[in-house]
């Protein structure tokens, strides 16, 4: 320890130690060429030679001639080839524009300013369709309710089947798997086949008055005349909940539906959930059993948790996400990718949780004429608004 401090303190050894420093250093860059930009921006080459003398020179300019003619031209063709990839993608960009504007991705914005404001045919048929449909349905439900089972059947199916042709060709078909469309399902097997299955009733009531009918807020479907495909999306909510309550108030006549039934608590949580797990697990069976090859070779085929987790601006994705965060799994910012088991598990559980939480008004409704009426009339008004 005294050796140490006295040496410390001693200037001559000190200036020693800097010296073997310095001559370790110079030893290190022996043989070694830098380069640097003088004041008159012409580069100089410095070479420490291996017996350590600097020497200093400038270096001449390169022609072009001195470039092998290989390496130019692979250049060159690299350079057409980002200038082709440029304009490909700038044409693709402009074609989706120019698709969304005037609806043909071959006709240019001014051309489509220039022309006479036209009303689509198919925007004419499908709003005449859409107001025969309200007018038809009005009718049938207050004059001829029996009738109105098979019109529901008949109607929907026009409707579903125009959907998967038209969803098959931007590969959204799969959409048709999600929850709704099963409920619907399960309400024509009930209401066409098994009438006095009591439960089963039940179930789907509870599913289409609440889950069903609460898809027309979150989902903010639209009565839209001039759109067949959101006539499609609102009819498919709001058909269900409508033939359930002409079936549950006797409007439909239905021997085994009494008018002073209720639904029990146990029944309530029982009996939709049922009919829930057998979706869940066909829902899977399907997409990550029957189609998981054919979805991992085509990421462009879209189902629900591939749309929403892609959806950025979608307030379920957002929701989900916000959950992740303050549970820990997930960082802000993080992306969600669709094909993870993160993101699967976490759209099924919110859609659970979903289900669980809209099921709750729906004994009240089952037990009240007027409450269920208003509450009709309250969710369609939105789809309307």
Known sequence: MQDNSRSEDDPSENTKSVMDTTLDKLRQIKGKVFHMIDGNNQLVRFTFGKDGQLSLENVPRIHLSAIPTKMLEAGKEMKDKMREVRKDTQGRAQKKWRKAVTGDAEKSVREHMKEVPQVKMIDKISFT?????????????????????????????????????????????????????????????????????????????????????FAIVVWKNSLVFHSLDKLTSFFLHAFPPLTVHLLRWGLIHNPSVLADDFIAPVEVLLLPLGLYLCWQLGYWTITEGALRSQLANDPDMITSVRYLARDRKN???????????????????????????????????????????????????????????????????????
């Open 129 to 213: 369709f859409g107001v025969l449909c309200i007018c038809g349905s009005e009718w049938l439900a207050l004059r001829k309710p029996d009738w109105f089972p098979l019109y529901y059947y008949a109607f929907m199916s026009v409707l579903l089947v125009w959907r998967f042709i038209a969803y098959s060709r931007d590969k959204y078909q799969l959409f048709m798997l999600d929850f709704c469309y099963f409920v619907n399902l399960s309400v024509v097997l009930q209401t066409a086949f098994f009438p006095s299955n009591i439960n089963w009733f039940k179930a789907n009531y509870i599913l289409c008055m609440g889950p069903l009918m």
């Open 315 to 385: 307030g379920f994705r957002n929701l989900c996400m916000s959950l992740l965060c303050w549970l820990g799994f997930s960082q802000p910012g993080e992306g969600l990718d669709p094909d993870s088991f993160k993101a699967k598990v976490t759209f099924a559980v919110t859609q659970l949780i979903y289900t669980l939480i809209t099921i709750i008004p729906t004994p009240f409704l089952y037990s009240s004429y007027s409450l269920s009426c208003i509450y009709l009339m309250l969710l369609y008004g939105f789809g309307t608004w």
